[in-house]
Every structure is written in structure tokens, then in C-alpha cells.
């Protein structure tokens, strides 16, 4: 048992001076003794305590009371959390301990409590503050960034998953190690330049960065925390950097399309309006080019030299085409250095050149002029030694001048030079322009004229002068003009091959030439010849049209012949590919005008030819020892080949008894029988008996009816 100064000790210190109110009551509930703090606590006096009861100062509405009544009957004593109710009627939270005890046999009660508001608060906050806290551990972990949280001493507080599973490490092996320890590989490195700056000013950052130790590009977000140290952000950019140099690749890539699309646009341009074997100005460029200047100057003058270069096709047949390009391009640079700032260099195709000169006087011009020629008599030196001379055509207007006429004109006037003997050259007159107008009226006429039928065909025959017969007929194309009646096939067959009618001319004479051999086919061994242009033979298709019409009129190939001039001869390898071709239908081949041409021993031998025909000049030099020898050396030379040997023009009877002398096979000419139209020709030879033979007449010319026979 207590000692009673003990007790009294202890009850001084728990009622008296205790921290906590207490209230002494009975077992119903009355206020026996309320101790200061109670007072205090609680807003009322100890008297008025006394007469308030355990009751006046119990919340009612906290049923949690009556419980605990109810435990400290059963159990002697009961702890809990209450509401108590002040004077002013406000209540306030309490921890109440409660327990009955004994007072000399009498049952009394204690009731401790103390006033928790302040701590109910800060457990608010505390609960607070580890909810907001869980909810950033939350959010750290939810995120797809990965974060270190570091302290002011560099000292790691917090990683999160991301970044430990990224960085490959261990949650629990980092956290409190510090920072360049745990990852030493960010000494020296843009991470710690950042992390240290941030420190050290107190400003957020933002980079990218590569990580090595972890291969890891990031992107970097660097806050400063409040209590002190650091907070990393860092998320993976390796797709965005992936996207991005992709998207760069294409960007570059779709940059250097543009630019090979604009360079392939420039060069395609500059193609369309270049040479490419000489980088001149072509015809379209020169065009431009000088429109653009008309353009801005109307009135400016102009002078056009329009330039060829003497047998240069002999160059080409004779040394092959890269020889021929090479002596071009070095012709083009020697006429570009020749040229004035203004001045304009062109190359029209082949070994065409023009240059076009503004506001120059006619002396300038001429001496341009003279330069070009000069400078084309120097040798060009590719492995050969070559010199290949030029004629110019020069032509000039004041402004506004029209660019095509001057090219025509300039033409014409090359054409005259080249007449005059080559290496000058020649400006353009009156006379050129009368005889422009009429070559261009002439091809307008002969256009018309193929579409209203006005061309005919006139056949002249060639006498056999071994057995006296007609076994050769030649069709002549005539053309009669409503205005200006018959028209030389000189004036005409040289326009239609300048304008490129000589095509249609050509096919249209064909046409007529088999037609009129298939009514002919009844007379034995009688061939019709056709002359054919060099612009025909160089269409491939040619042969393939030919046998056409023989198959369309039934004709046997060997009924028919073509005849081809020596200047078609040049290009020997092409040739002999078409002719070759034609002469598999059968059709007969004939060198027209041999000896005044291309031709030569190696070009007979690679040619399928049937026949060579003497030209009149040679036929006229009969009456001396030269003429003579010259024709027998064609007829051993077309002997020799298996050809036969037709003379034309053969005009006197001596003429005619030297070719038949000289072994001539046939002979045709004025004095034999003029052209005519086919019902005229003495296609069948009469009995010996109808003529009357006269003395010292050759029998090939007896036999000519006398209405075909020269007066």
C-alpha cells in the first residue's frame, strides 16, 4: 500500500501541476474537483464545473461517450478520442484517458484529457504531405521519363524505375552514393558542365546529349530544388533522332533531287538550245537569243554570215566521222575566238556555221568575213594534218530586222561564193533575191503541181548497138505549168530537193515508171530506168517500197533499173547496204554520169552495179586521141566489173560509130531519139525490108522511124 505522503506527492503532480485537465467525478457522473488545466481547457470555473457536470461538458452529439462509459464499467478504465464542448459552445478534439477508482470505499472516477487540435492538424499535414509525396513518387514512376533526384552534397535521393532499368543499376545500390561515384562516366562530359552551371546559377537547363556508358541519346531537363540540389529529367530521343535524321535524309535528299531536277532542266535547256559536239548555239538557240536582243533594241541592225566549210564531206567519207567532229570543234573555237562580245557563234548541223552581228558596218562585217576564211586555212593537226577551206555568205539589214530572210539570204549568197570557186566569200544582191524569190515560188508552184497531176513522164530510149534493138528505156520527169509551160527539170528537180519534194517527186515517177514497164512487159528483154536522188537512197525504207509497187503491178524485178549519180557515192558503206537490198529484187543498178563523181575502183567493187553510163561530156570529146582513150578505159573498166556500157548524148554519127568501135553496148542521144511520151517510141523493130537505108547512116539510126529522128 501507497504511503500516504506519496500519494499525496503524486496527486499533487498529475492533478495540481499536470499538463493534462482532470476532472474527479462520481460514478453518476458529478463533478467532484477539476484541477487548473481543466479550468483552462475547458473556459469554466472549478465551481462552475462542479455544478455543471461530467455531462455539461461532453458533446453530445459524440455517441462515442456512452461506449466508453460502458467500457470503463466493464473493463475499470477506457482511453479514446472525444469531443469536448466549451463555454463558448465551440468543441475541440481531446484524448481522454478515463478509470473508476476507490476513495475510502467510496467509487469515484478520473477523467484525463488533453486538447489534440495541433496535432490532429499536423497529422493532417503529415498525411498530406505523404500523399502529395506518394503521388510525385507516383508520377516519377509513371512517366516514361527517367529521373534522379540529387541532394546538395551530389548525394543520389531518388531514381526511378525507368532510369534504373535505362541506366541498368539498382535502385537500392544508388540511392545515397554519390552522384560522379555512382556514375563516374559523366566527369568531364556536357552532363556535369550542366548539372554544376544549374548549381551554381540556380537556372533550369535544357540539352541533348549522348550517354555513352548507356549508348543513350537524351534529351536533358535540369531544375534546382528547393531544399537544396537537383532534379534530372532525361528521356530516350533516339526515335525523335531517328525521325529527324530521316526526315533531314529526305529533306537533303528531296534538296539534291531539286537540284538535279533543275540542273537536268538547265542542261536539258541549254541542250535544246546548244550543239553538243561544238557547245555553239544551235539554230533554235541563235533564234532566241536574237529575239531576246530585238526585243530589248528593236531598232538594232544585224549582218548574218551564214558559213560552210569546202568538202568537208569529202573528210567525212574519206577519214570517218570522229575525224570530221574533231576538225568541227576545233573549227568552232577557232570562230568563237574570232567573234566580238555582241557577236553571235552558231552551228546549224553538219559543217553549216553562222554568226550574227549587230549595228556593224559592211567594212566590219567583210573583214569578219575574211578572218573566218583565214583562220579556216590553218591545218588542224588530229594525228593527221587537215585543211579544209570555207565560203561565206553574208547578208545585212537595218532594224527591225527579220532573222529568217537574212538566213536565207546569207544562204543564197554562201551558194554564190561556193559557185565562184570556193574560199571567198559574197554578199547578198538583188539578183540573189530575184532568184530566191523564184526558187521559193518555184517550190510552191511544183507543190501544186504534184497535186493537180501537171508532172508527166517522157521516155527516151537507148539503141542496143550489137543487135540493134531497143533494150533500154530511161523515164524523164517533165513538168508542164499552166503559165510557164514546159519547165526544165533543171530549174525544178534542184528546188524539190532543196525543199525535200524531191521525195514525193521520186515516188510519183516510180509509180508511173512500173505502170508503164508492165504495159511494155510483151517486148523481150526491155529494161525502164528511173533515177533515184540521193535523198531517196538515204531513206532506209526504200527497198521495202520499191518491191511493193513491183508486187502491186505484177512486174518481175528485172524489168526495171535505177539509175544513181556519182555524187550519191560518197557514203559507200550505207549505200551498198540499200542497193544491195534492191538489187536482191532483182532490179538492175546503173552509175549515171560516171567519171564526173565519187566513183572509183573500190567504190565499183563494194556496189552491186549492172551498168555505167558514159557521161555526154566524155561522149563529146570522142573526136580526140584523149576523148577516145578515156571512153575505153570505162568500157574495159565497166567490162571488167561484168557491167554494160550505155553512152548518152550522142549527137553525130561519128560519136556513134566510135562508141560502137570502142565495144559501147548502147548508146542513146538527140541523134538517135529524143524524149517522148511512150506511144511515140519505136518499141518494135520492123522487118529489114520497110527501110530505105541510107549510105553511110549507122543501122541503129536507119532503124529510128524518121519521125523520131533529129532534123
Given at each position: 500500500?501507497?504511503?500516504?505522503?506519496?500519494?499525496?506527492?503524486?496527486?499533487?503532480?498529475?492533478?495540481?501541476?499536470?499538463?493534462?485537465?482532470?476532472?474527479?467525478?462520481?460514478?453518476?457522473?458529478?463533478?467532484?474537483?477539476?484541477?487548473?488545466?481543466a479550468?483552462?481547457?475547458?473556459?469554466?470555473s472549478?465551481?462552475?464545473?462542479l455544478?455543471?457536470?461530467?455531462?455539461?461538458?461532453?458533446?453530445?452529439?459524440?455517441?462515442?461517450?456512452?461506449?466508453?462509459l460502458?467500457t470503463?464499467?466493464?473493463d475499470?478504465?477506457?482511453?479514446?478520442?472525444?469531443?469536448l464542448?466549451?463555454?463558448?459552445?465551440?468543441?475541440?478534439?481531446?484524448?481522454?484517458t478515463?478509470?473508476?477508482?476507490?476513495d475510502?470505499?467510496?467509487?469515484?472516477?478520473?477523467?484525463?484529457?488533453?486538447?489534440?487540435?495541433?496535432?490532429?492538424?499536423?497529422?493532417?499535414?503529415?498525411?498530406e504531405?505523404?500523399?502529395?509525396?506518394?503521388?510525385?513518387?507516383?508520377?516519377l514512376?509513371?512517366t516514361?521519363?527517367?529521373?534522379?533526384?540529387?541532394?546538395a552534397?551530389?548525394?543520389?535521393?531518388?531514381?526511378?524505375?525507368?532510369?534504373?532499368?535505362?541506366?541498368?543499376?539498382?535502385?537500392?545500390?544508388?540511392?545515397?552514393?554519390?552522384?560522379?561515384?555512382?556514375?563516374?562516366?559523366?566527369?568531364?562530359?556536357?552532363?556535369?558542365?550542366?548539372?554544376?552551371?544549374?548549381?551554381?546559377?540556380?537556372?533550369?537547363?535544357?540539352?541533348e546529349?549522348h550517354?555513352?556508358?548507356a549508348?543513350?541519346?537524351?534529351?536533358?531537363?535540369?531544375?534546382?530544388?528547393?531544399?537544396?540540389?537537383i532534379?534530372?529529367?532525361?528521356r530516350?530521343?533516339?526515335?525523335?533522332r531517328?525521325?529527324?535524321?530521316?526526315?533531314?535524309?529526305?529533306?537533303?535528299?528531296e534538296?539534291?533531287?531539286?537540284?538535279?531536277a533543275?540542273?537536268?532542266?538547265?542542261?536539258?535547256?541549254?541542250?535544246?538550245s546548244?550543239d553538243?559536239?561544238?557547245?555553239?548555239?544551235?539554230?533554235a538557240?541563235?533564234?532566241?537569243?536574237?529575239?531576246?536582243?530585238?526585243?530589248?533594241?528593236?531598232?538594232?541592225?544585224?549582218?548574218?554570215?551564214?558559213?560552210?566549210?569546202d568538202?568537208?564531206?569529202?573528210?567525212?567519207?574519206?577519214?570517218?566521222?570522229?575525224?570530221?567532229d574533231?576538225?568541227?570543234?576545233?573549227?568552232?573555237?577557232?570562230?568563237a575566238?574570232?567573234?566580238?562580245?555582241?557577236?553571235?557563234?552558231?552551228?546549224?548541223?553538219g559543217?553549216?556555221?553562222?554568226?550574227?552581228?549587230?549595228?556593224?558596218?559592211?567594212?566590219?562585217?567583210?573583214?569578219?568575213?575574211?578572218?573566218?576564211?583565214?583562220?579556216?586555212?590553218?591545218?588542224?593537226?588530229?594525228?593527221?594534218?587537215l585543211l579544209?577551206?570555207?565560203?561565206?555568205?553574208?547578208?545585212?539589214?537595218?532594224?527591225?530586222?527579220?532573222?529568217?530572210?537574212?538566213?536565207?539570204?546569207?544562204d543564197?549568197?554562201?551558194?554564190?561564193?561556193?559557185?565562184?570557186?570556193?574560199?571567198?566569200?559574197?554578199?547578198?544582191?538583188?539578183?540573189?533575191?530575184?532568184?530566191?524569190?523564184?526558187?521559193?515560188?518555184?517550190e510552191?508552184?511544183?507543190?501544186?503541181a504534184?497535186?493537180?497531176?501537171?508532172?508527166?513522164?517522157?521516155?527516151?530510149?537507148?539503141?542496143?548497138?550489137?543487135?540493134?534493138?531497143?533494150?533500154?528505156v530511161?523515164?524523164?520527169?517533165?513538168?508542164?505549168?499552166?503559165?510557164?509551160?514546159?519547165?526544165?527539170?533543171?530549174?525544178?528537180?534542184?528546188?524539190?530537193?532543196?525543199?525535200?519534194?524531191?521525195?514525193?517527186v521520186?515516188?510519183?515517177?516510180?509509180?508511173?515508171?512500173?505502170a508503164?514497164?508492165?504495159?511494155w512487159?510483151?517486148?523481150?528483154?526491155?529494161?525502164?530506168?528511173?533515177?533515184?536522188?540521193?535523198?531517196?537512197?538515204?531513206?532506209?525504207g526504200?527497198?521495202?517500197?520499191?518491191?511493193?509497187?513491183?508486187?502491186?503491178a505484177g512486174l518481175?524485178?528485172?524489168?526495171?533499173?535505177i539509175?544513181?549519180?556519182e555524187?550519191?557515192?560518197?557514203?559507200?558503206?550505207?549505200?551498198?547496204?540499200?542497193?544491195?537490198r534492191?538489187?536482191?529484187?532483182?532490179?538492175?543498178?546503173?552509175?549515171?554520169?560516171?567519171?564526173?563523181?565519187?566513183?572509183?575502183?573500190?567504190?565499183?567493187?563494194?556496189?552491186?552495179?549492172?551498168?555505167?553510163?558514159?557521161?555526154?561530156?566524155?561522149?563529146?570529146?570522142?573526136?580526140?586521141?584523149?576523148?577516145?582513150?578515156?571512153?575505153?578505159g570505162?568500157?574495159?573498166l565497166?567490162?571488167?566489173?561484168g557491167?554494160e556500157?550505155?553512152?548518152?548524148?550522142?549527137?553525130?554519127?561519128?560519136?556513134?560509130?566510135?562508141l560502137?568501135a570502142?565495144g559501147v553496148?548502147?548508146?542513146?542521144?538527140?541523134?538517135?531519139?529524143r524524149?517522148s511520151?511512150?506511144?511515140?517510141?519505136p518499141?518494135?523493130v520492123?522487118?529489114?525490108?520497110?527501110?530505105?537505108?541510107r549510105?553511110?547512116?549507122?543501122?541503129?539510126v536507119a532503124?529510128?522511124p524518121?519521125g523520131?529522128?533529129?532534123?
Amino acid at each position: 500500500m501507497t504511503p500516504a505522503p506519496l500519494r499525496s506527492t503524486v496527486y499533487e503532480s498529475l492533478f495540481v501541476h499536470g499538463v493534462d485537465g482532470v476532472l474527479i467525478t462520481s460514478a453518476d457522473g458529478q463533478t467532484l474537483a477539476a484541477n487548473a488545466r481543466a479550468c483552462e481547457l475547458l473556459g469554466w470555473s472549478e465551481a462552475e464545473l462542479l455544478e455543471l457536470g461530467r455531462d455539461g461538458v461532453v458533446d453530445q452529439g459524440d455517441r462515442r461517450w456512452t461506449e466508453a462509459l460502458e467500457t470503463r464499467a466493464r473493463d475499470g478504465a477506457f482511453r479514446g478520442t472525444f469531443r469536448l464542448r466549451r463555454r463558448d459552445g465551440t468543441s475541440f478534439p481531446a484524448e481522454v484517458t478515463t478509470a473508476t477508482f476507490l476513495d475510502g470505499g467510496v467509487r469515484r472516477a478520473f477523467v484525463s484529457f488533453r486538447d489534440i487540435t495541433e496535432a490532429e492538424a499536423e497529422a493532417a499535414r503529415t498525411a498530406e504531405t505523404r500523399r502529395a509525396a506518394a503521388e510525385v513518387i507516383d508520377s516519377l514512376e509513371a512517366t516514361s521519363d527517367m529521373y534522379i533526384g540529387v541532394d546538395a552534397s551530389w548525394r543520389v535521393t531518388y531514381i526511378n524505375a525507368q532510369a534504373e532499368f535505362r541506366l541498368g543499376v539498382v535502385r537500392d545500390h544508388v540511392i545515397g552514393g554519390d552522384l560522379w561515384t555512382v556514375f563516374p562516366t559523366l566527369l568531364g562530359t556536357p552532363f556535369e558542365e550542366a548539372y554544376r552551371r544549374v548549381v551554381r546559377t540556380g537556372a533550369p537547363t535544357t540539352f541533348e546529349e549522348h550517354y555513352a556508358a548507356a549508348d543513350l541519346w537524351c534529351e536533358v531537363r535540369v531544375y534546382p530544388l528547393r531544399r537544396g540540389g537537383i532534379g534530372i529529367y532525361f528521356r530516350d530521343i533516339a526515335e525523335r533522332r531517328a525521325m529527324e535524321q530521316e526526315r533531314e535524309r529526305l529533306l537533303l535528299a528531296e534538296r539534291q533531287a531539286r537540284t538535279v531536277a533543275e540542273r537536268a532542266q538547265l542542261d536539258l535547256a541549254h541542250r535544246a538550245s546548244h550543239d553538243e559536239l561544238t557547245g555553239l548555239l544551235n539554230r533554235a538557240g541563235l533564234v532566241q537569243h536574237v529575239a531576246s536582243v530585238q526585243a530589248k533594241w528593236p531598232a538594232t541592225g544585224l549582218t548574218v554570215l551564214f558559213i560552210d566549210l569546202d568538202r568537208f564531206k569529202l573528210v567525212n567519207d574519206s577519214l570517218g566521222h570522229g575525224t570530221g567532229d574533231h576538225l568541227l570543234a576545233a573549227f568552232a573555237r577557232r570562230l568563237a575566238a574570232l567573234a566580238g562580245p555582241t557577236d553571235m557563234v552558231a552551228r546549224f548541223g553538219g559543217d553549216e556555221f553562222v554568226v550574227v552581228m549587230f549595228d556593224v558596218p559592211t567594212a566590219a562585217a567583210a573583214r569578219m568575213a575574211e578572218a573566218v576564211i583565214a583562220t579556216s586555212r590553218e591545218p588542224v593537226d588530229i594525228g593527221a594534218r587537215l585543211l579544209v577551206t570555207a565560203s561565206v555568205g553574208l547578208s545585212s539589214a537595218a532594224g527591225p530586222a527579220d532573222l529568217d530572210t537574212l538566213l536565207r539570204e546569207a544562204d543564197a549568197a554562201l551558194y554564190r561564193a561556193k559557185d565562184a570557186g570556193r574560199e571567198q566569200f559574197a554578199w547578198f544582191d538583188e539578183q540573189m533575191h530575184r532568184d530566191s524569190v523564184h526558187r521559193v515560188q518555184t517550190e510552191q508552184d511544183l507543190r501544186q503541181a504534184l497535186d493537180r497531176d501537171e508532172l508527166l513522164v517522157e521516155y527516151q530510149p537507148a539503141f542496143d548497138l550489137r543487135f540493134e534493138r531497143i533494150s533500154h528505156v530511161e523515164a524523164l520527169v517533165r513538168w508542164q505549168h499552166p503559165l510557164r509551160g514546159l519547165v526544165p527539170p533543171l530549174d525544178f528537180i534542184p528546188v524539190a530537193e532543196e525543199s525535200g519534194l524531191i521525195q514525193r517527186v521520186g515516188e510519183w515517177v516510180l509509180a508511173r515508171a512500173v505502170a508503164q514497164a508492165t504495159r511494155w512487159s510483151h517486148i523481150p528483154d526491155l529494161r525502164v530506168w528511173v533515177n533515184v536522188s540521193p535523198h531517196q537512197l538515204a531513206d532506209a525504207g526504200l527497198p521495202e517500197r520499191l518491191a511493193a509497187q513491183l508486187h502491186r503491178a505484177g512486174l518481175p524485178g528485172d524489168r526495171l533499173g535505177i539509175e544513181v549519180t556519182e555524187s550519191a557515192l560518197a557514203d559507200v558503206s550505207r549505200l551498198a547496204e540499200v542497193l544491195g537490198r534492191i538489187r536482191a529484187l532483182g532490179v538492175a543498178i546503173a552509175i549515171d554520169d560516171f567519171g564526173t563523181g565519187y566513183s572509183s575502183l573500190a567504190r565499183l567493187n563494194a556496189l552491186p552495179v549492172d551498168v555505167i553510163k558514159i557521161d555526154q561530156m566524155f561522149v563529146a570529146d570522142l573526136g580526140t586521141a584523149r576523148g577516145e582513150a578515156v571512153v575505153a578505159g570505162i568500157v574495159t573498166l565497166a567490162h571488167a566489173i561484168g557491167a554494160e556500157v550505155i553512152a548518152e548524148g550522142v549527137e553525130t554519127l561519128p560519136q556513134l560509130t566510135t562508141l560502137s568501135a570502142l565495144g559501147v553496148d548502147s548508146a542513146c542521144g538527140y541523134l538517135l531519139a529524143r524524149p517522148s511520151a511512150p506511144e511515140h517510141l519505136p518499141m518494135t523493130v520492123p522487118a529489114e525490108s520497110s527501110f530505105c537505108w541510107r549510105a553511110g547512116m549507122h543501122p541503129s539510126v536507119a532503124r529510128v522511124p524518121p519521125g523520131l529522128r533529129p532534123h
